[in-house]
């Protein structure tokens, strides 16, 4: 009954879902964790918190990986590892930003400085029309063009769930999105994060803190390659002490070493 049922799920292109028992629960702490892997192969999917899996959260720099693709279609954009962002010469808190950068570097530090500037580049017209056309979270930039993907104080920008950003991820893989090979090329490029002898390990990060400068929510969004298959995930977490993009990080690197995937 159970291959029956995964033979019809496959044929209507409806992922199955398989067990959440199949995670190591323990490896999330006192978190909250939204959580959801998708199998390419078999197109299986596994989410860990369905509830919280659909909840819809402000992105951070998980954006990065789409203002880069909006920004390498544009021509705004180059190469990973060309001449990109001129610091301006303000000083900031985190020393790598305070510096020339190349999209690789800026991507790996995750320099909002350098993405602000990207996103005022493209402009609202150009940005709302590229957010609609991929169909990202609730298509909402109405925060500011150079701020709409961080949380704000007392301003809505756009949300997206961890279930949204995998089918997101499937769309771009399978060729739906509007950007071209050569663009996705430089993208898997600069999001290698972890290379082991069973697998590669892609991804971005991100993180946002409440008013009070709390952090408050952390993000880990991509893929893993791994004894020939791609799995896709998305993992938020709330909740607990101090969720940052790099706590969200482990939890991912953990479950997929766990599974002697990476």
């Given at each position: 009954?159970k291959?029956?049922l995964?033979?019809?799920?496959l044929?209507l292109?409806?992922?199955?879902?398989?067990?959440a028992?199949?995670?190591?629960?323990?490896?999330?702490g006192?978190?909250?964790?939204?959580?959801?892997i998708?199998?390419?192969?078999s197109?299986?999917?596994?989410k860990?918190?369905?509830e919280?899996?659909a909840r819809?959260?402000?992105p951070c720099?998980?954006?990065?990986?789409?203002?880069t693709?909006i920004?390498?279609?544009?021509?705004?954009?180059?190469?990973?590892?060309?001449?990109?962002?001129?610091?301006?010469?303000?000083?900031?808190?985190?020393e790598?930003?305070?510096h020339?950068l190349?999209l690789?570097e800026a991507?790996?530090v995750?320099?909002v400085?350098?993405?602000q500037?990207?996103?005022?580049?493209?402009?609202?017209?150009?940005?709302?029309?590229?957010?609609?056309q991929?169909?990202?979270?609730?298509?909402?930039?109405?925060?500011?063009?150079?701020?709409?993907?961080l949380?704000?104080?007392g301003k809505?920008?756009?949300?997206?769930?961890a279930d949204?950003?995998?089918?997101?991820?499937?769309?771009?893989f399978d060729?739906?999105?509007p950007f071209?090979r050569k663009h996705l090329k430089?993208?898997?490029?600069i999001m290698l994060?972890?290379e082991?002898?069973?697998?590669?390990?892609?991804?971005?990060?991100?993180?946002g803190k409440?008013?009070?400068?709390?952090?408050?929510?952390?993000w880990?969004v991509?893929f893993?390659?791994?004894?020939?298959?791609?799995y896709?995930f998305?993992?938020n977490?709330?909740?607990?002490d101090q969720?940052?993009g790099?706590?969200?990080?482990?939890?991912?690197?953990?479950?997929?070493?766990?599974?002697?995937?990476?």
């Amino acid at each position: 009954m159970k291959l029956l049922l995964f033979l019809v799920l496959l044929i209507l292109g409806i992922p199955s879902c398989s067990a959440a028992q199949e995670i190591d629960r323990t490896l999330f702490g006192a978190y909250d964790t939204a959580l959801v892997i998708m199998n390419r192969s078999s197109g299986a999917v596994t989410k860990v918190n369905p509830e919280l899996c659909a909840r819809r959260l402000s992105p951070c720099s998980t954006f990065k990986i789409y203002n880069t693709l909006i920004g390498l279609k544009l021509g705004l954009l180059k190469g990973a590892d060309n001449p990109w962002y001129i610091w301006d010469g303000l000083h900031r808190d985190i020393e790598e930003w305070n510096h020339d950068l190349t999209l690789r570097e800026a991507f790996r530090v995750s320099a909002v400085p350098a993405y602000q500037a990207l996103a005022r580049q493209i402009g609202p017209e150009r940005m709302k029309t590229f957010i609609e056309q991929i169909d990202y979270g609730n298509r909402d930039i109405s925060a500011g063009i150079d701020t709409f993907w961080l949380p704000r104080p007392g301003k809505t920008g756009i949300l997206i769930s961890a279930d949204e950003q995998v089918l997101l991820l499937n769309k771009l893989f399978d060729g739906k999105l509007p950007f071209s090979r050569k663009h996705l090329k430089i993208l898997h490029n600069i999001m290698l994060v972890t290379e082991t002898g069973k697998g590669k390990l892609y991804g971005k990060t991100g993180s946002g803190k409440s008013a009070e400068g709390k952090e408050e929510l952390g993000w880990f969004v991509g893929f893993l390659e791994s004894k020939g298959t791609e799995y896709l995930f998305a993992c938020n977490i709330t909740g607990g002490d101090q969720p940052t993009g790099k706590a969200a990080r482990a939890i991912v690197e953990n479950i997929f070493r766990s599974q002697n995937l990476l």
